[in-house]
Nanobody, 123 residues
Framework: VQLVESGGGSVQAGGSLRLSCDAS????????MAWFRQAPGKERGGVAV???????TYADSVKGRFTASRDNTKNTLYLQMSNLNPEDTAMYYC???????????????????WGQGTQVTVS
């Protein structure tokens, strides 16, 4: 199982970025997917997580600004981020987990597979 994030970078406040997470076909078809992030000195927290019904739940801090989606033909998870602010600066991680084990944004419910992360810096 392999999850590979890409699309991070440096952007000015108010700007946009789109992150991608390429997954194996097995992982993508069998698991729910999620985006987490971790800023320096802070705990890793959920950004957007896929529920068992295919909908995404978002952290309050990103609602209305971030949109997660998946392309099943490409086995890719996306995170479209707009109106970025410096508080969004973090390493962003893609995760996958059996949908039956998912507990929303709680990190404890995501013990499956993780990517190496992609850095987002907003100044």
């Amino acid at each position: 199982v392999q999850l590979v994030e890409s699309g991070g970078g440096s952007v000015q406040a108010g700007g946009s970025l789109r992150l991608s997470c390429d997954a194996s076909k097995y992982t993508f078809n069998k698991h729910c997917m999620a985006w987490f992030r971790q800023a320096p000195g802070k705990e890793r927290g959920g950004v957007a997580v896929e529920e068992g019904d295919g909908t995404f739940t978002y952290a309050d801090s990103v609602k209305g600004r971030f949109t997660a989606s998946r392309d099943n033909t490409k086995n890719t998870l996306y995170l479209q981020m707009s109106n970025l602010n410096p508080e969004d600066t973090a390493m962003y991680y893609c995760a996958s987990e059996r949908c039956a084990a998912v507990t929303g944004l709680d990190l404890l419910g995501w013990q499956g597979y993780w990517g190496q992360g992609t850095q987002v810096t907003v100044s």
